[in-house]
């Protein structure tokens, strides 16, 4: 069994608490914080049966290695989770092998390229939850990697979404295109703005850091660029409110071609 690790934070725990407490080894507690989300909090944990701790606030800023622990900490088990991208999108195939084109569940991606913020990387992860994102990818080099922070700010999303981290990130949209998986690029400079795109489809969605974006080979391996249309002051949005607004345009996409 690999060595337990830490969440904190009463999102991160909490969603680990509702979606695998069997996984949770202990959590630990400021008793000094009896507040009403404190005292709910304590009363899932209780039905769990999962064990309590009390711990002083110098206690669990040295287990989360942060002081926004919220009074909460947790170690956890990991949870399996699937190895690879390939094996995610074979069983995604084999889980619409038998359905009619129309109730197919198209792949949806997320694709981080440059993103070495662990807020920003948290926050993404968030929005691809809620978007109901397929996986995140990044490449090993120039990214972000999971850790406590990451888990905290995605509130649980890191538990739920799968995140890959590439060798060679051109290689691995090249092995999405021959999937007949379809690549899109942001880019400031782009002709065709997202709302252009079609993206009811099987499609990865690329995004480059805030101001120095997407790689140049990057952007060269991508089927298509689009921009975000900037109507203010402003040149840039922060990356996680550009995978929001770039995932959602697919999820309402998506809805109004099942409806119609």
């Known amino acids: ?92 195939d084999a ?45 090993k080099d120039h990214a972000a990697g999971i850790n406590a922070t990451v888990a905290k700010v995605a509130s649980g999303a890191a538990e739920t979404v799968p995140y890959f981290m590439v060798t060679n990130l051109a290689r691995t949209l090249n092995e999405l295109k021959e999937r007949n998986i379809w690549v899109i690029g942001t880019s400031d400079a782009a002709t065709h703005t997202l709302y252009q795109a079609n993206l009811k489809g099987p499609v990865a969605l690329v995004l480059g850091a805030e101001g120095d974006g997407m790689r140049q080979l990057t952007a060269k391996t991508c089927d298509q660029l689009v921009s975000i249309p900037m109507l203010g002051a402003v040149e840039s949005l922060n990356v996680s409110v550009a995978s929001g607004i770039c995932l959602y345009e697919a999820v309402r996409q998506r809805s109004a071609a099942r409806a119609a």
Do not use: W
């Not at 129309?102 to 948290?122: C, F, K, S, W, Y």
């Not at 968030?126 to 109901?132: I, M, Q, T």
């Open 1 to 92: 069994m690999s060595s337990p690790k830490v969440l904190f934070g009463f999102h991160a725990v909490g969603v680990r608490l509702k979606t695998a407490p069997q996984s949770i080894v202990e959590i630990y507690y400021e008793p000094t914080r009896r507040d009403a989300r404190m005292r709910q909090f304590l009363e899932k944990v209780a039905e769990a049966g999962v064990r309590l701790i009390e711990a002083d606030g110098l206690r669990l800023a040295k287990l989360a290695g942060s002081h926004g622990h919220q009074g909460v900490a947790a170690r956890v088990q990991e949870i399996k989770q699937v190895h690879s991208l390939d094996e995610l999108l074979e069983n995604l």
């Open 95 to 139: 889980s619409n092998a038998d359905l009619p084109v129309a109730e197919r569940t198209q792949p949806l991606i997320l694709v981080l390229d440059g993103v070495t913020d662990p807020h920003n990387l948290g926050a993404c992860l968030r929005v691809a939850d809620g978007a109901g994102a397929h996986a995140v990818i990044a490449p």
